[in-house]
């Protein structure tokens, strides 16, 4: 019998082990992203407190898409709020997902308007 692959629970594998050796700090916070069907969530997170800093949406820009054009759009304003707190440097964690498509289209705008990882 063939036995079919649950996409999820296999990101969510990838995920716990790319996990086991990034955390953020107040200094360099994480910069988790995860997609769902319809948007697009980015946070950059404290691991040491256990708290968000602050977080951008395709569903917070009033974008009802989450295509490569959009996800530019969610890493311009997650640059913008990491500046405004004052954060200049991240780890990046793509969530489990190839670094392709959109999550390099997070990470790549989010590098071009600022933030060092």
Known sequence: MI????RNEARLRRHARVRKNISGTQ???RLNVFKSNKAVYVQLINDAEGKTICSASTTELNLNTNNVEACKKVGELIAKKAKDAGI?????DR?????HGKIAAVADSARENGLKF
Do not use: L, S, W
């Not at 036995?3 to 649950?6: C, D, H, L, R, S």
């Not at 200049?88 to 990046?92: G, I, K, L, M, Q």
């Open 3 to 6: 036995k079919k692959v649950n």
């Open 27 to 29: 200094e360099t916070p």
């Open 88 to 92: 200049e440097a991240v780890v990046f």
């Open 95 to 99: 969530g489990g997902y190839k670094y």
